[in-house]
């Protein structure tokens, strides 16, 4: 009984166990030339934790493709999300503040545009709108 | 109030994650838990505020604020869901007020009466300002009377100045500014403001150039920018004097860990490390403090007698986080 118990956990540590986000993964969403958003939050930061769950409500409201990544410090959460281990973004400067959003459209990443810091829904809706529209806000 | 005494594991440690490249290592002190990336010091160098998730492992709630003195190893929950900070060195604290991500009312709270379990260190709320990511100076002292400055951002490059002064002889906040709320830096395009710790500095993130700068705030509670950094990092903290800076950048990749970036591998990768820099702002010399390898140093800020003093999340999970204090 012990024994099968010690599976059953090992087993649903590994479904958790966090899987990294490399450049090669990021240059293969963006080959895809579709419009989207990178959300990097960090369990250790709760106003990112939060705005997980509002990100995916944005990101469908908005019809954007969206990849959740995770603070390369956090080996183990209750979520799929992979750990952000592309050095493309870490030199874009995701790192810096917790959460981040990074846009990408036409195969490459939105210049220069990394939403640094916790906002609100329709705040956010309108900014990922106007960057990815071109507007230089 | 509900105050609870943890037992805590403190540690003078001998062998160092975290490379020190510049400064006399003075002590270094592990804690259980892993901390909000944002922790503070007090300018005594006496205590240490943090947050700490409710549940790391999941995606869901708030934090919880602790209070973590030093001397004793005894660690407090304190009011407030995240982001405790205190009033320089004075014997206040400003915290939140909430528990959602709304933008929150802020409360100052009297530090000894916290340490003590007071249910009388509440002195009174900070009227009329709602934010998130608040900032604290002190524009002076007085005897009795503390004024200070609050910033806080209100919506997406809005951001929100309060001046008060608290007399701690009547118990009273001063009603004659408590009314009062100014937009902070209205000319200017910045994001993630942090205050100098006499309140008539600021820096963060120009969202102009996308770098890092200071910016001086004129008494209309303009601002103008003194110094762009070149570079971009993460949130600056002053020296009590205004002289230095002192931050943290993430460093270029680890070459040698470049094939296993690429692998599956189940822990962080080591091409992922910050490091800790200052930067005297009368000569413009940066000097890098840290050069880690296996390590992250970060959010680093100054005691009022001039320690430096960072957080380091090691990339060995297994290791605790610490707090290194330094003579540089």
Not at chain 2, 2 to 7: E, M, T
Not at chain 2, 184 to 204: E, I, Y
Request: hydrophobic share 40%; proline share 5%; charged share 20%.
């Amino acid at each position: 009984m012990k024994a099968l118990l010690a599976l059953l956990i090992l087993m649903s540590m590994s479904a958790f166990a966090k899987e990294p986000f490399t450049d090669k993964d990021l240059h293969q969403a963006l080959s895809k030339n579709e419009s989207g958003i990178i959300y990097l939050w960090s369990p250790f930061m709760p106003l990112s934790v939060i705005g997980r769950e509002e990100i995916i409500e944005v990101a469908q409201n908005l019809n954007l493709q969206l990849i959740l990544v995770v603070d390369p410090l956090a080996t183990q959460t209750e979520t799929p999300d992979p750990l952000m281990m592309s050095r493309d973004l870490m030199k874009f400067g995701v790192l810096d503040h917790y959460p981040a959003i990074a846009l990408y459209s036409e195969g490459k990443l939105v210049k220069d545009v990394i939403i640094h810091g916790y906002e609100q829904k329709q705040t956010l809706s309108e900014l990922i709108n106007s960057y990815l529209n071109g507007k230089n806000l | 109030m509900r105050a609870l005494l943890i037992s805590i594991f403190l540690t003078a440690t001998t062998a160092h994650a975290q490379t020190i490249v510049k400064g006399k290592l003075l002590k270094e002190v592990a804690i259980e838990g892993k901390p909000s990336f944002f922790f503070k010091i007090h300018g005594s160098g006496r205590f240490i505020s943090y947050s700490l998730a409710n549940d790391p492992n999941r995606p869901a709630g708030a934090g919880t604020n602790h209070l973590l003195e030093l001397a004793t190893g005894s660690l407090m929950t304190i009011p407030g869901p995240w982001d405790p900070v205190f009033v320089a060195n004075s014997n206040y604290m400003i915290l939140p007020r909430g528990t959602d991500a709304s933008y929150i009312n802020y409360e100052l709270r009297d530090l000894n009466k916290l340490l003590r379990n007071n249910p009388t260190s509440h002195i009174g709320d900070v009227p009329n300002v709602t934010g998130l990511y608040q900032s604290v100076g002190v524009l002076s002292t007085q005897g009795p009377k503390t004024k200070i400055r609050l910033i806080a951002e209100d919506g997406y490059r809005n951001h929100k100045v309060k001046d008060f002064t608290y007399n701690s002889a009547t118990n009273s906040l001063n009603v004659d500014q408590v009314g009062v709320t100014h937009k902070l830096c209205s000319n200017q395009d910045l994001k993630l403001p942090m205050l100098s710790k006499d309140g008539q500095f600021l820096g963060g993130l120009d969202l102009k150039t996308k770098k890092s700068a200071i910016w001086k705030i004129n008494p209309d509670f303009t601002c103008d920018k003194v110094l762009d950094l070149s570079l971009k990092t993460g949130k600056l903290n002053f020296s009590y004097d205004s002289t230095k800076v002192t931050y943290h950048v993430y460093g270029e990749p680890v070459e040698a860990k470049e094939d296993a970036a690429e692998n599956y591998i189940p822990i962080p990768s080591d091409s992922f490390v910050s490091d800790v820099y200052v930067l005297d702002l009368r000569t413009k010399v940066t000097t890098r403090v840290t050069s880690n390898r296996e390590t992250n140093s970060m959010y680093p800020d100054f005691t009022a007698d001039g320690q430096l003093v960072f957080i380091n999340h090691h990339h060995d999970d297994a290791r605790k986080v610490t707090f290194s204090f330094l003579r540089l």
